[in-house]
């Protein structure tokens, strides 16, 4: 069985992953992940809640792309930072 993981904070969440080969950042990609969301295979995923600062919410994806290359996509949870990746990001298969 695989070891599952909670990091404190969206930033030791992206150095851990960074530390596991998840170098690509993939919010550049933002295009690719919308036109081709079958490229991809979500393998973590990481949510943080704002506490008393909801600006603060955020959901961390950790990707490999159909070609091994791996990598992260940070998307913000308030209502003015939901980008269409992420909702493409949302119906993408998890790895199990």
């Given amino acids: 069985m695989e070891t599952r993981y909670?990091?404190?904070?969206?930033l030791n969440a992206l150095k851990e992953l960074e530390k596991k080969g998840f170098i690509t950042d993939f919010n550049l990609h933002e295009n690719e992940i919308i036109k081709h969301p079958n490229n991809y295979k979500i393998t973590n995923i990481y949510r943080y809640d704002g506490g008393n600062n909801p600006d603060e919410e955020a959901t961390v994806y950790g990707i490999e792309t159909l070609m091994g290359e791996k990598g992260v996509y940070?998307?913000?949870?308030?209502?003015n930072s939901n980008s269409e990746a992420a909702k493409v990001l949302n119906r993408v298969n998890i790895k199990e």
């Fill in 74 to 79: 940070v998307a913000g949870a308030s209502a």
């Fill in 6 to 10: 909670h990091y404190s904070n969206v």
